[in-house]
């Protein structure tokens, strides 16, 4: 299918995103000199920046594009999760089926990002001791424990609601507690008479438990810890692909592999493993966080288009490649995607 043609039909689209919400919070400041309390570095912040993480910026990723979100899941009473509201909503994004959980708190990651003075043997050290978007440490503020029975049936009774309308079902799944066996399996029990799409990207608790599902967008990282290999050449991403493919009994798999692109995989009318390498978008990278977010929200906005397994990939991988030259949990717009079809 041509990619405009297939582009231009997402504003008809509506997409259910089911998983864990999370608020992305980045701290910014300047590192100089080493703590004399300890060695440490001092962190002089002068900013911060607060943003939609997990599911709910899959779901900002599909109304940038233009198509229709529906979150589900679930955020804690408390400022975090009206904060979160409050954007989600102003992207667009439906949030009468989110659920407030007095009992656990708002999910929310807070990155420490530094722009640290070089200028001598102290500060080289402290280079040396951060990654290469000087990010010097991340805090986690959350709950993993599932989510209870009444908030289940809650969560359920939102997506067999909207069931008749909607072109594609996401799982953004953190392991946060939200996303469990038994939600995944009823899910995709209401959803088959429909012929709904089921993409889910999946972390290492729940990966197994996707049977049924019609594509998972893991990276290679996770696919080496799901089948208790080192993806270290693409003979094992070959072997770990056929394996998943199999045993999950999925449609295609997709699996990201930073630096190397993605690689397609899925089975032809007889029975034989198609595996497609697709190059990276580009080599600008500043920021991979939640670049899974917008492979995933692409793929499935294209197979509830009717688009096939790998146009669908290539998009993705085209969206990849422009979030990951923005800071923090980034979206794509429709114009965007049109300019990075190669050869326009």
Known sequence: MDYRTLISQFNEKRILVIGDIIVDEYLWGEVKRISPEAPVPVFEM?????????????????????????????????????????????QNVDTSNISVDAQRPTSKKTRVVANIDQSGKEQQSIEKNTDKGHQLLRIDRESKQEINAMIKERLLGAVQSNLSDTDGIIFSDYDKGVVTKELIQSIIQYAQPYNIPIVA????????????????????IEVGAAVENEISDVSHLIAAGEKILNRLRL???????????????????????????????????????????????????????????????????????????????????KQELINSIPGL
Not at 53 to 82: F, H, M, Y
Not at 201 to 219: A, H, L, M, Q
Not at 252 to 272: C, E, H, P, V
């Open 46 to 90: 002068y900013g911060e920046t607060i943003g939609c993480g997990g599911a709910a910026n899959v779901a900002q990723n599909i109304t940038s594009l233009g198509a229709k979100a529906e979150l589900i899941g679930v955020i804690g009473k408390d400022r975090d999760g009206e904060k979160l509201l409050q954007m989600i909503n102003s």
């Open 201 to 220: 990207d999946p972390k290492r608790n729940n990966f197994w438990k996707y049977e049924g599902v019609t594509s998972i967008t893991p990276n290679h």
């Open 251 to 333: 449609n295609s798999l997709l699996i990201t592999r930073d630096a190397d692109g993605m690689t397609l995989f899925q089975f032809d009318s007889n029975k034989n493993l198609l595996v497609e390498h697709i190059p990276p978008q580009t080599s600008f990278v500043t920021d991979v966080t939640g670049a899974g977010d917008t492979v995933v929200a692409i793929f499935t906005l294209c197979l509830g288009t009717n688009g096939d397994f790998l146009s669908a990939a290539h998009l993705s991988s085209m969206a990849g490649g422009i979030v990951v030259g923005k800071m923090g949990c980034a979206t794509v717009t």
